[in-house]
T-cell receptor, first 115, second 112 residues
Framework: DARVTQTPRHKVTEMGQEVTMRCQPI?????VFWYRQTMMQGLELLAY????????DSGMPKDRFSAEMPDATLATLKIQPSEPRDSAVYFC?????????????FGPGTRLLVL | GQQVMQIPQYQHVQEGEDFTTYCNSS?????IQWYKQRPGGHPVFLIQ?????EVKKQKRLTFQFGEAKKNSSLHITATQTTDVGTYFC????????????FGPGTSLSVIP
């Protein structure tokens, strides 16, 4: 069963520290998404890659967040410096774009707590 | 910009009762997808509808895509405690090749 993997699953850090979250998309999928989920804001799209190229990162705070895909098997989301308001669950999802649409497969998420 | 809305935001039902959640888009959608997220879990793809007026069934779940392709519904017959979770609809912004926008979700609680 192919799955999206994310590491770490949980992260507790102090304000000002750098946080790096990693995602391994499903082999063969050509799109990767980063989402942030909180009780207040729901599911927010942060960044979107197609064939490793960033297509849209308008949902991401540019001053502290960065997203990259160094290769087809790895996507990263970095926060530097982290702030308490960044506490949330961060999901990575991968998908295949077809004419009928796109199905997204979500990873288990990284639960981030910034103290 | 395009908005995808869902109602109700929360729904509490007695086990065995039916449940329906509605999804409405401000623009025409090329397709609509439904996802389910269990408490503490991650969203899981349920189904995709593409054609106007399309109806699909998965056991006790019935999904419908509106004739104008701007709304959709998910109906669960005789809810069970395993149906607990948040149900999201999602649709691409313009064409089927555009990124998917998720609705805010409907959170379902089932009282045994």
């Amino acid at each position: 069963d192919a799955r999206v993997t994310q590491t770490p699953r949980h992260k507790v850090t102090e304000m000002g520290q750098e946080v790096t979250m990693r995602c391994q998309p499903i082999l063969g999928h050509n799109t990767v998404f980063w989402y942030r989920q909180t009780m207040m804001q729901g599911l927010e799209l942060l960044a979107y890659f197609r064939n490793r190229a960033p297509l849209d990162d308008s949902g991401m705070p540019k001053d502290r967040f960065s997203a990259e895909m160094p290769d087809a098997t790895l996507a990263t989301l970095k926060i530097q410096p982290s702030e308490p308001r960044d506490s949330a669950v961060y999901f990575c999802a991968s998908g295949i774009l077809t004419q009928g649409g796109e199905t997204q497969y979500f990873g288990p998420g990284t639960r981030l707590l910034v103290l | 910009g395009q908005q995808v809305m869902q109602i109700p935001q929360y729904q509490h039902v007695q086990e065995g009762e039916d449940f329906t959640t509605y999804c409405n888009s401000s623009t025409t959608l090329s397709n609509i997808q439904w996802y389910k997220q269990r408490p503490g879990g991650h969203p899981v793809f349920l189904i995709q509808l593409v054609k106007s007026g399309e109806v699909k069934k998965q056991k006790r779940l019935t999904f419908q895509f509106g004739e104008a392709k701007k709304n959709s519904s998910l109906h669960i017959t005789a809810t069970q405690t395993t149906d607990v979770g948040t149900y999201f609809c999602a649709g691409p912004r313009k064409t089927s090749y555009d990124k998917v926008i998720f609705g805010p979700g409907t959170s379902l609680s089932v009282i045994p």
